[in-house]
């Protein structure tokens, strides 16, 4: 019986509450054994979920509008929660079983998954068993604080920051980060009808010594205010990579092992509205690519 | 209040749809591999050396001896070191039980057909071939270590006919075994 006991969902909704949920923390310990006894193929096909579902939220939230101020102190604060979706095709992969074996591969649980399948080999009936899942959720989420300062020519700059101390031995430390810069396009072009702007983004997140992430996010973005309503958009060209690092204990090929795994989602679309009440707002936005996934929050100032 | 009513909405809405996340508990398979080699030099008779008692809990990190729930035979390896190319690499190993030594594989070929590992999965012959009763005991040792991990020894032990040529010719026999352990999150 598989089931997701109070403690556990009270760690995950923590991570909410200390605004960066550090799912891969929580579990770390056991999932860096989990890798260390997979094969080096195994692993991949194990964690490229995660590296795309985490990497397609890592790269958004960024904005809730494209206006920027040409000059003038401005100061905005946000609280932004992302969310992709965990499907079927996200929950298994075409595990290598031990070399000699027939058949040669077997479906089994990525970290997403259920239970690890067990194969057996037909001359031998010798068998072999994949990992677990980890994460018993429809949803890979994530929370973030960020802040924009500006502007200076057009310009204001970005920050994210988010720390999860290291909680007992299979807590280990969260530290996530980002920086940016996005300009005002419409002091180039005269009097538009929308609000242009350009922007880039770089992220980085790591987990103990097992797992980092890096984002980069370049992008073009546009908004219309409507009274309290804005409607904003944009196009990015963005990438993601989740390096892991772990000593295998596969006996025929024991050691340090370093894998670095690319995020599959390179362009996105974004289209989101947000409501004004004064210097509170609230906005929600969809990010639509080779993974879709929506961010939204609460925000304060700008 | 408004945004901590918004991000309370927010927490359980993510709570329900079933973000609450993690698969508790969730088995996590470890290699365990049961290690026994025998050196022989010029002029020696290989097979002499004392079979290797493996403790099989001991071959898994100390934090999971306590969570054995399952355990299964993957693979039997057997290689050579530090053997010369046409050294002899004839024998088999097998396991000491109460009723005495059971073979469980033979191995055949020579210093350079066992310098990289063979595997009974991949060279089944002619390089390694299994003794199905000899498997089968050893399967019913690891069942037993199932049932009573923390008292479970495999003792492993190898001979046959080496006619080294060279000094420290070695040849070792790995049981590969994956154990499952239970691991809770709470």
Known sequence: ?302 | MKAKIILGLVVVGLMANGSSCLNDPFIVPLNAPLKHCEVSNPGQTWGDDPPTTVYVLGEIPEDYQDLVVGARLVDIVVYATNAAPTDSVNGEAGIVTAGGYQQVVTFRGNGNDFSQRRSLLQDQSPLIAANAVGVDSLKAVINRFIANPENTFVTIDSRGIVLPTSTGHEVCVEILVQVDTEVPFD
């Open chain 1, 1 to 302: 019986m598989r089931t997701a006991r109070p403690l556990a969902a009270l760690l995950c909704a923590a991570g909410f509450l200390v605004l960066l949920l550090p799912s891969m923390s929580t579990s770390q310990t056991a999932v860096e054994s989990a890798l260390a006894a997979y094969g080096e193929e195994n692993v991949k096909g194990y964690m490229q979920p995660f590296a795309d579902l985490f990497g397609a939220n890592l790269n958004s939230g960024y904005y809730r509008t494209a206006a920027v101020p040409v000059a003038g102190l401005h100061f905005e604060f946000d609280i932004i929660v992302m969310g992709a979706m965990v499907g079927d095709a996200e929950k298994k992969f075409n595990a290598t079983a031990p070399s000699g074996f027939t058949p040669a591969t077997f479906e089994s649980a990525t970290i997403f998954g259920d239970e690890g399948k067990e194969v057996t080999d037909s001359p031998t009936r010798l068998t072999y068993r994949g990992a677990d899942g980890v994460f018993n959720t429809t949803m890979m989420p994530m929370a973030t604080p960020q802040i924009k300062v500006g502007s200076l020519y057009g310009t204001e700059f970005l920050g994210r920051f988010g720390y999860v101390p290291a909680l007992g031995d299979n807590f280990e430390s969260t530290t996530l980060w980002a920086i940016g810069a996005r300009h005002n396009l419409n002091q180039w072009f005269g009097t538009l009808p929308l609000d242009l702007s350009a922007a880039v983004y770089y992220s980085s997140l790591s987990t103990g010594e097992l797992v980092k992430f890096d984002g980069l996010m370049v992008g073009a973005q546009a908004s219309k205010e409507f009274g309290i309503l804005t409607v904003y958009g944009g196009l990015g060209y963005q990438s993601s990579t989740l390096t892991l690092k772990y000593e295998s204990t596969v006996p025929s090929a024991p050691g340090n092992v370093e894998i670095k795994l690319d995020g599959k989602n390179n362009v996105a679309f974004t289209a989101g509205a947000g409501l004004s009440f004064g210097i509170f707002k609230i906005f929600a936005d969809i990010n639509v690519g080779s993974v879709t996934n929506l961010s939204g929050g609460i925000g304060f100032g700008g």
